[in-house]
């Protein structure tokens, strides 16, 4: 029901946009977020987004670098990433849930949807 797409690879001090679209889901009712999971790590938070998109929350190590947004009347959630860092490489995972506190902390336990994840990959 969650579909991230635009992974890749990438040289460090590049850029990705990541969206995550959805079918059978209305986004506009979900807070949405996106988490990352570096091989042999936890699932991280990364970021997350209220409602309609006017509170976003980002993780330190990606603050000022990445930005959620989302477009609900396209159903769809993005990350935009720059300056990338070869610590970014992650396997980058969508969720959605009706609490914001559950989009918003490692490693996501009680998400209610994830989506397929997307492989990004920053090389140095």
């Known amino acids: 029901q969650l579909q991230a797409s635009g992974g890749g690879l990438v040289q460090a001090g590049g850029s990705l946009r990541l969206s995550c679209a959805a079918s059978?889901?209305?986004?506009?009712?979900?807070?949405m977020g996106w988490f990352r999971q570096a091989p042999g790590k936890e699932r991280d938070f990364v970021a997350a987004?209220?409602?309609?998109?006017?509170?976003?929350y980002t993780a330190g190590s990606v603050k000022g670098r990445f930005t959620i947004s989302r477009d609900n009347a396209k159903n769809t959630v993005y990350l935009q990433m720059n300056s990338l860092k070869p610590e970014d490489t992650a396997v980058y995972y969508c969720?959605?849930?009706?609490?914001?506190?559950?989009?918003?902390?490692?490693?996501?336990?009680?998400?209610?949807?994830w989506g397929k994840g997307t492989q990004v990959t920053v090389s140095s």
């Open positions: 987004i209220t409602l309609s998109g006017a509170g976003t």
């Open positions: 969720a959605a849930d009706r609490s914001i506190g559950v989009v918003t902390t490692t490693p996501g336990a009680r998400v209610a949807y």
């Open positions: 059978g889901l209305t986004l506009s009712t979900y807070y």
